[in-house]
């Protein structure tokens, strides 16, 4: 168990429930290419590693990844922090984009981006691959009139529904070990999970998700 923790512990994602093999399949569908993706799941289940993977296993791999969380930012700071001349979209050049939070997207942002997205002028349109996560639907929200359809569609290209931890308990004991072994890394003492222990944290329901449980075994 040691050593497939040491395996685990440097793989961008941990898991082997049907659950995440479904993920799985879809990354490595969407990995050579440069299709917009749509990650969707609560928060703390691990969006932002699925983006890195993405791009590490991409033809874009050697090119900038670049992260921007759009959680309370009002819409003059994303049109700095996004689309200015040294905003995002300029430093990601060539590489990959990944926006956090983008059902938190204001209304005047979600109109400059679908028209960037829109445009079909190669010197308008960034050269990025664009990843995008959200923890709310963004069907949904669509549906309502809180988000625009038309960029709905735009970055609906490849949807991933990363599931809760509560959905793949399974997990549990191999993202355990893994965490263990990270945390010792890092300097804290070493630490080692019977099965007993790793049955009982399946009984609880982990609203905090993957973040909770490596938090707890900190």
């Given at each position: 168990?040691?050593n497939?923790?040491?395996?685990?512990?440097?793989?961008?994602?941990?898991?082997?429930s049907?659950?995440?093999q479904?993920?799985?399949?879809?990354m490595?569908?969407?990995?050579?290419?440069?299709l917009?993706v749509?990650i969707e799941?609560?928060?703390?289940?691990g969006?932002?590693?699925?983006?890195?993977?993405?791009?590490?296993?991409?033809r874009?791999a050697?090119?900038p990844?670049?992260?921007?969380?759009?959680?309370?930012a009002g819409?003059?700071q994303i049109?700095r922090?996004?689309?200015s001349?040294?905003?995002k979209?300029?430093?990601a050049n060539?590489g990959?984009l990944?926006?956090?939070?983008?059902?938190?997207?204001?209304s005047?942002?979600q109109?400059r981006?679908?028209?960037?997205?829109?445009?079909e002028?190669?010197g308008?349109?960034?050269?990025?691959?664009?990843?995008?996560?959200?923890?709310?639907?963004?069907?949904?929200l669509s549906?309502q009139?809180a988000?625009?359809?038309d960029?709905f569609y735009?970055?609906n290209?490849?949807?991933?529904?990363?599931?809760?931890l509560?959905d793949?308990?399974?997990?549990?004991?191999?993202?355990?070990?893994?965490?263990?072994l990270?945390?010792?890394?890092e300097?804290?003492p070493?630490k080692?999970?019977?099965?007993?222990?790793i049955?009982?944290?399946?009984?609880?329901?982990?609203?905090?998700?993957?973040r909770?449980?490596?938090?707890?075994?900190?």
């Open positions: 168990q040691t497939k923790a040491e395996k685990d512990e440097r793989l961008p994602l941990i898991g082997r049907p659950a995440m479904d993920v799985y399949r879809v490595a569908r969407v990995a050579g290419t440069d917009t749509l799941g609560e928060s703390g289940t969006k932002e590693r699925v983006a890195r993977a993405i791009h590490d296993h991409s874009r050697s090119a990844y670049l992260t921007c969380s759009l959680a309370g819409a003059a049109d922090d996004l689309f001349a040294s905003g979209f300029a430093q060539g990959t990944f926006l956090e939070d983008i059902d938190e997207l204001p005047e942002a109109t981006l679908a028209g960037l997205l829109h445009a002028d190669p308008v349109r960034p050269n990025v691959r664009l990843i995008v996560a959200a923890q709310r639907s963004l069907a949904n549906r009139g988000f625009r359809q960029l735009r970055l290209v490849v949807a991933i529904r990363l599931p809760p509560r793949r308990l399974d997990d549990v004991g191999d993202l355990a070990r893994a965490f263990l990270r945390v010792k890394r300097g804290l070493e080692s999970i019977d099965a007993a222990a049955e009982r944290l399946k009984t609880h329901a982990f609203p905090g998700n993957i909770e449980l490596e938090n707890l075994l900190r």
